[in-house]
């Protein structure tokens, strides 16, 4: 059970205020403020959320949760560029293809970490943010699916997890295999019959279930798949916030950093500029940008489409300067979450610091090696990179300027990095449940 006595604070605030520029020449950005707004909480929705989010009852084949992709063991993402959704066995770098139901491709982008998402600051989701609050819609929010939306989740938060139960790739399966795909395939999302409500009546079939959701809606209120989606945001959300590493215990109580990370704090929020995009206290602006990353995998297509780009955040507004521009990732516990970019393409912190120093030079430049692709699916993962006018796209779609840093600077950023790691919430607060309702393997 959780005790709440233990929970963390609604609200975190420094100790000292510290919206000052550090004393060091050359320092352009102000460290950010140490304060921070999660969700109330509630005990028994997040409890309950921890056993969906492990469930594979949620897949289209029940064999797929959502800590396949977004695990403890690989701190709540799959440990690879790109994973592999339904049809494959196993996790992280060693998921294998199941050979008697093979995917179609690789989930075609980078899984993002869970970590801090509950923050009021996060205001879109997915690297393109695809949904986002929009004060000028009815719903308040942005979504792919517009009008056809379903209504009454609690959070954006709680809105992102209702997607990828609908992803082919990731947890609906294909070819109309089952009936969550069938309604999927179809266009019936909503309503009656449609794949959200296939997966509520699945997870209200099972007494367990029903009985943990009696006193959070009522015993005689059917199960809507916006519940469902409310407990696992509740649970992400608790899980996983990283609020004390090395980095909050200096803006919160003024505790000095390692030298080196120090020296790394000085440049990342000075010369090297690194705080211009990744800025506040989770280092992120929430921003979209065109940094000319590689591009690998299946790309991002319509059905209709053969490509293998990805432009993403033009793909949302369909304004071409927003082309091949994506979300600032936050840098909480950065140190352990690669691969890094939105297609995953660089294994290492120390190969994408470096793609930041010269964004073309390092995408004419790339080496297949740096990916973390284990199992090959239907083959070529590189063959955008391969096509010199392609590559010409996203490197004339780069904003950033080319800068130096010597070896010993980009050591000292990522001691920097290395200071954003909170160990705790690597571990996360309630784990993983020894069974889950549905009575089915958990990974």
Known sequence: MIELRHLPRKTFVSSIAIWVALGSAGVAEPLPSAKVTFPEINAPLIELGQLLFFDPILSGNKSVSCATCHHPKFNTADGVSLGIGDGGIGLGPDRKIDRENPPEKRIPRNAP???????????????????????????????????EMESGFASLLSAQTMFPVLSADEMAGHYSENKVSTAVRQGVLTGEGGAWDILAKRVEALPEYRAKFDPLIGAQAPIHFTDISDAIAAFVDFEWRATNSPFDLHLRLDQPLAPQAEAGKNLFYGDAGCATC??????TDHQFHAIAMPQIGPGKAASFERHKRDEGRMRVTGNPADAYAFRTPSLRNVAHTGPYGHSGAYGTLDQVIRHHLDPVGSLKAYLETYAVLPDDIAGGDFDLMKDASEVAKIADANTLEPMTLTDTEIDEIIAFLHALTDEQSLKGALGIPPSVPSGLPID
């Not at 600051?121 to 517009?146: A, N, Q």
């Not at 990744?278 to 280092?283: A, D, P, Y």
């Open 278 to 283: 990744h800025s506040g206290l989770f280092q």
């Open 113 to 147: 970490a869970l970590f801090n998402l509950g923050a009021s600051e996060f205001t879109s989701f997915f690297h393109d943010g695809r949904l986002e609050v929009d004060e000028t819609r009815p719903s308040g929010i942005r979504t792919p699916l517009g009008g």
